[in-house]
């Protein structure tokens, strides 16, 4: 594409690409094969930015967010029926990251907070007591950002919840 693409994100088994991308004229997210041939477009919002796509660990689905409700949202496509669907909605969320078995997703309401929602739907739970925007999952736990007067430290959490607190060294 001679248009911009960025957010890159490998499936788990290393098959498949998904990647915001501006070649349809308006910011939507595709996916294509691990060489970035035979791209596909997975969402058709035709005109709201819609990005930070992340795969599910079952290489079937993507959770992404997106502006297409006018305000920022998180939507699960499933690669092979390419329907978009939102999730949650009573908070904006976006930066979107799956728990490792695929039940739970992890947001950003863009400010400074971390939201926990179940990945089928449903209500958003504050996820941190931290000052946070950006999560990552490994395992069993969140490792996310806390904004601190001085510097950004990394700190954990269990995704199924618990006791949060800085990362050792």
Request: hydrophobic fraction near 35%.
């Amino acid at each position: 594409s001679t248009r911009v693409e960025t957010t890159p994100h490998y499936s788990p088994d290393g098959r498949l690409i998904a990647f915001q991308s501006g070649r349809s004229g308006s910011t939507e997210v595709w996916m294509a094969d691990a060489q970035g041939a035979d791209p596909v477009r997975l969402t058709h919002f035709n005109g709201p930015m819609s990005g930070a796509p992340r795969w599910c660990g079952d290489n079937k689905r993507v959770v992404l967010d997106s502006r297409a409700a006018g305000q920022a949202g998180l939507y699960v496509v499933d690669v092979e029926e390419r329907q978009p669907r939102r999730i949650g909605g009573e908070v904006q969320l976006s930066l979107p990251e799956w728990s490792s078995d695929c039940t739970k997703i992890i947001a950003s309401d863009g400010r400074s907070r971390l939201f926990i929602l179940p990945a089928t739907g449903g209500s958003s739970e504050p996820f941190t007591g931290q000052p946070s925007y950006y999560a990552q999952v490994t395992g069993d736990r969140v490792i996310f950002n806390v904004k601190q007067v001085d510097r950004v430290a990394l700190w954990q959490k269990p995704v199924a919840g618990g006791e949060e607190g800085a990362l050792p060294g």
